[in-house]
T-cell receptor
Framework: DGGITQSPKYLFRKEGQNVTLSCEQNLNHDAMYWYRQDPGQGLRLIYYSQIVNDFQKGDIAEGYSVSREKKESFPLTVTSAQKNPTAFYLC??????????????FGDGTRLSIL | DAKTTQPPSMDCAEGRAANLPCNHSTISGNEYVYWYRQIHSQGPQYIIHGLKNNETNEMASLIITEDRKSSTLILPHATLRDTAVYYCIVSYNNNDMRFGAGTRLTVKP
């Protein structure tokens, strides 16, 4: 079935380490997004990519990095510069990044915790 | 910041219609109204969206007022599995989706 796969579901990181979260989609969508969700709160946009080899910062990009070498993949690296990385991370994709008439489809998220 | 205002929580009896309100008084002419829901520890699920006209699909109905300043999501026959946080979002493109805290809907037996 078509969809978005995020892995791993749970991830633990030691302080000072970088860690990479995987996001793969087989929907042939052009645009992909990374969000962060803290307990009891809504989603905040970290980075987005409208086409391969291009990406833009969202509202809370500091301490994060991304790459978009392939259409189906948009990995997120949480660097040691991110002072409060413990959160639920969600990846999404959409057909048309510019149009307002296409919904986003979400993966089931990765929960990152600091040891 | 989210451009919408939703009540923080609502209850609904199983089998009854759930009517979830959303205020978006500053909505622009080219902005769509989207509804998503999120069940605990899962990713948000798209429900429905619209621009001006009322919309209906297999999951829900969306009623948008004529002045577009508010809308209502209707789940016609709520089940226990509809217990979730429901997000109302206004956006003209997917790079500008603002998820607020949403409404926590609890469907009770």
């Amino acid at each position: 079935d078509g969809g978005i796969t995020q892995s791993p579901k749970y991830l633990f990181r030691k302080e000072g380490q970088n860690v990479t979260l995987s996001c793969e989609q087989n929907l042939n969508h052009d645009a992909m997004y990374w969000y962060r969700q803290d307990p009891g709160q809504g989603l905040r946009l970290i980075y987005y990519s409208q086409i391969v080899n291009d990406f833009q910062k969202g509202d809370i990009a500091e301490g994060y990095s991304v790459s978009r070498e392939k259409k189906e993949s948009f990995p997120l690296t949480v660097t040691s510069a991110q002072k409060n990385p413990t959160a639920f991370y969600l990846c999404a994709s959409s057909i048309d990044p510019s149009g307002g008439n296409q919904p986003q489809h979400f993966g089931d998220g990765t929960r990152l915790s600091i040891l | 910041d989210a451009k919408t205002t939703q009540p923080p929580s609502m209850d609904c009896a199983e089998g009854r219609a759930a009517n979830l309100p959303c205020n978006h008084s500053t909505i622009s002419g080219n902005e769509y109204v989207y509804w998503y829901r999120q069940i605990h520890s899962q990713g948000p699920q798209y429900i429905i969206h619209g621009l001006k006209n009322n919309e209906t699909n297999e999951m829900a109905s969306l009623i948008i007022t004529e002045d577009r300043k508010s809308s209502t999501l209707i789940l016609p026959h709520a089940t226990l599995r509809d217990t979730a946080v429901y997000y109302c979002i206004v956006s003209y493109n997917n790079n500008d989706m603002r998820f607020g805290a949403g409404t926590r809907l609890t469907v009770k037996p």
